[in-house]
């Protein structure tokens, strides 16, 4: 095959500090690559020097493209190849796409800017891309905002925007990290289809390697901005020739050490009995009416297990999880231990609120940026402790840390200075210092990469050992909740379609709804 992109010895420096260190890979036309490596191993910095994105980064070396060697040329000629001739498509694209404008007039800018179509023209176009990519209502949805698409919707339309002119090369920057496994699916078969339809390359950035088996020819491994490793995907992981890929190949969460202790004999933390939680929907001019997103939910937690929630996005796991904590209002009874939740009001339910504790999916966004990390940790002691003197109150906070890995030096940070696993640890110790009995985690790993997954299951699972907690884990990665939860419950439109040992769940599902959740996993299992 032709090659289409050639890096040589790339390298890239935020002011004195060296990122990208003697980068080199190619990229033959209609190929396929995956690059991939942990948080921080420089593959977004590598995938934005290919456009020249960031100003503030130094580069040296070489990018070619077709044999256009692309450092150095001028601000026009970038702005011609970007969209053009290579295009992109982001992790978020809440935060990628332009909140003020509607879908279709940020895919009708780039044919009109790149192609020259007069707007009716980049309308028309607009939809059929938008057909194309599976949004089936395009007409309609062609007027939406980002805020009223589904994730993966917006997905969809960020695709749409980037093959509008039929790039050569299509840089996917994590384009399904978050995303359910459905979802997920869906958008891989998609980039695979259109790939072979237009013959374009695809470099392919993940931390997910089942993913990169999944989709790619050939993978690249980056590690500290170096790469370590190329080649064909099924020689690099079948026989890794660095340690480091090894490593990461090994990075996935083992199975629970089960002994899944009869349910039977342990005492149970918490009990749900048919919740339901209604939403209300404008109706007409004057009315409104009850919309139903999680109906008549029963489960049970016994003290010291985990209950893995799974569903696809809108099956209502984040939505029971919230009412299970009264953070949402519900019908239905719920009881922690002794305590009838439902009953609580007031000062009485934010006094029990130390019981139960939650650790959401994006800790940047869940840590305030203008407090440090003493303060963020020591907030619920001053609640609910208000008695401690300035000296026990750091005494529990540098304990509570230390317990999540963490040095007490660090107290005095803001989140921003850490990495994505230490600011998860953060939100832990925020949650575990009031020595809650159950916590809710919601997507606790979806945004870290595998090494970092392992990192923080195996901190979940030694406090709960340590200390008899009791997790609600929400997530759309079945391999993770294979690897922590005792049960399993899986949601679909906000009803139970099946529920019980997690092993038995996966090994012999009962309804088609969970062996659709698994083909689209945990292919081949």
Known sequence: ?????????????FGRQQVLSSVGFSVAAGEKVALVGESGSGKTVTAQALLQLNPEVRLTGSIRLAG?????????????????????????????????FTIGRQIGET??????????????????????????????????????????QRQRAMIAMALACQPRLLIADEPTTALDVTVQAQILQLLDELQQEM???VLFITHDLNLVRRFADKVVVMRGGLVVESGKVV??????????????????????????????????????RDITVSYRRKAGWFSQRLVPVVQQVSLDVPAGQTLGIVGESGSGKTTLGHALLRLLPSQGQIRLDDMAL?????????HARKDFQVVFQDPFSSLSP????????????????????????RQQVIATLTE???HHEMMERYPHEFSGGQRQRIAIARALILKPKLILLDEPTSALDATLQKQVLQLLRSLQRKYGLSYLFISHDLAVIRAVAHRVLVLQAGRVVEQGVTAQVFDKPQQPYTRQLLAAALPGS
Do not use: C, W
Request: charged content about 20%; cysteine-free; hydrophobic content about 45%.
């Open 342 to 350: 439902q009953d609580l009001r007031g000062r009485r339910l934010r």
């Open 199 to 201: 013959g374009m390359a």
């Open 111 to 152: 044919l009109t800017l790149h192609l020259g179509l007069t707007a009716r023209e980049a309308r028309a176009e607009a939809i059929r891309l938008l057909l194309r990519t599976g949004i089936q209502d395009a007409a309609e949805k062609i007027d939406s905002y980002p805020f009223q698409l589904s994730g993966g």
């Open 1 to 13: 095959m032709e090659t289409l992109l050639t890096v040589a010895a790339l390298n890239a420096h």
């Open 404 to 406: 999540v890995g963490l």
């Open 370 to 393: 203008r407090m440090t990390v003493g303060q963020i940790v020591a907030e619920g002691l001053a609640l609910h402790q208000p008695g401690l003197s300035a000296a026990q109150v």
């Open 68 to 100: 256009e060697e692309l450092l150095g040329v001028g601000e026009k000629r970038l702005r011609q190849i970007r969209g053009r001739d290579i295009a992109m498509i982001f992790q978020e694209p809440m935060h990628a796409l332009n909140p003020l």
């Open 235 to 272: 020689q690099v992981f079948s026989h890794p020739a660095h340690p480091y890929t090894a490593e990461l190949l090994a990075s996935r969460p083992g199975i629970l050490d089960a002994e899944v202790q009869e349910s039977a004999a342990l005492p149970l933390r918490l009990q749900a």
